[in-house]
């Protein structure tokens, strides 16, 4: 297996902040019911003209800044994302574009708010082929495909871009182990239903909200704790590590109250559980990158500290990676 090294991270919010007040207004909550069902208290949404590549390509020059690359260095570009550009071509090409990244290989993936392990992981095996640098980054604007008055969904999500750079070889933190899972059998838990070729968003479409993010929030709820706990226990038995060796747990922003739950079944004593979503809330594939952007920043790690990441959501799926600092 590649020796895969973490040489930078970046991320990029949206200037505009969105307290609960403003956008609970049309669900017809307001701050204190929004802090005590999330934890979350602002976002950031796009301005408008902006898109997920715009985010993106912040998020990957902070990130190769951070690891002291150009972007004429990449091997390879993976962008994950559930909200596109375009249908076609991919994102990543209108980040390659805008970075100068001429010599990489570019492409999206689409694994929703566990999207940011996935892409860890494929750039992981480009690497062992290509050798080089990989940028990979995660981001999502969410705000454009939220119904506005639907209070279990438009309270939760924000937009933003988290990027990591990685090399093939070298010095600095290891991905020492990574490991992915999909659950297809629940995959209506969370959907945006129209806009594919299963349903094209034609006049009957848009006028039933088929363009629209929806989510089942008890039947999330209920996976992340039937699953999570059991994976991570054999994720961290086949990356040879016990749950007393890690310092540092960086999950998936989906929701306060339900990560200070996941926090406690998962029995990671020693772990500091990292969170941004009281500032930005839910930010899909991009939360674990931004997550880790920050907690680097803030200096929270030391040589030799484990920090799992976990990624989860739509799909239904989950992504673990542990990191070896």
């Known amino acids: 297996m590649t020796d895969v090294r973490i040489l930078g991270t970046g991320a990029y919010l949206p200037e505009r902040a969105v307290s609960n007040d403003e956008v609970g207004a049309a669900a017809g909550v307001d701050d204190a019911w929004v802090v005590g069902k999330t934890g979350i208290r602002s976002r950031r949404w796009a ?131 990574l490991e992915l899972q999909s659950f297809g059998e629940v995959a209506e838990l969370i959907e945006v239903p129209g806009g594919g070729s299963r349903l094209p968003l034609d006049e009957e479409a848009l006028a039933a909200g088929a363009q629209f993010f929806t989510m089942d929030g008890r039947g999330v709820r209920r996976f992340v704790s039937d699953h999570l706990p059991r994976l991570v226990k054999q994720f961290l038995h086949e990356a040879g590590a016990v749950p007393d060796d890690i310092r540092h747990f960086v999950p998936h922003q989906a929701n306060g109250v339900m990560l200070d739950a996941l926090h406690a079944e998962l029995a990671l004593p020693n772990a500091t559980m990292h969170t941004t979503l009281r500032e930005y809330a839910n930010t899909g594939s991009a939360s674990v990158l931004i997550t880790l952007d920050a907690a680097r920043r803030e200096g929270a790690f030391r040589p030799g500290d484990l920090i799992l990441l976990a990624g989860f959501g739509g799909g239904m799926a989950a992504g673990l990676a542990l990191v070896e600092w």
């Open 47 to 177: 301005a408008d003209g902006q898109a997920t590549s715009d985010l993106a390509v912040a998020a990957g020059r902070a990130a190769l800044e951070s690891a002291g690359l150009t972007a004429g260095q990449l091997s390879v570009i993976v962008v994950a994302t559930s909200t596109p550009d375009r249908p076609q071509p991919p994102t990543a090409a209108y980040v390659q574009r805008a970075l100068g990244a001429d010599g990489a290989a570019v492409f999206d993936l689409n694994a929703v708010c566990s999207g940011g392990i996935f892409a860890l992981c494929a750039a992981e095996g480009v690497l062992a082929r290509r050798g080089g640098h990989a940028l990979v980054i995660g981001a999502d604007l969410y705000s454009r495909i939220l119904n506005r008055a639907d209070r279990r969904t438009v309270v939760l999500f924000g937009d933003g871009a988290g990027a990591i750079v990685l090399a093939a070889e070298g010095g600095g933190p290891r991905i020492r182990h």
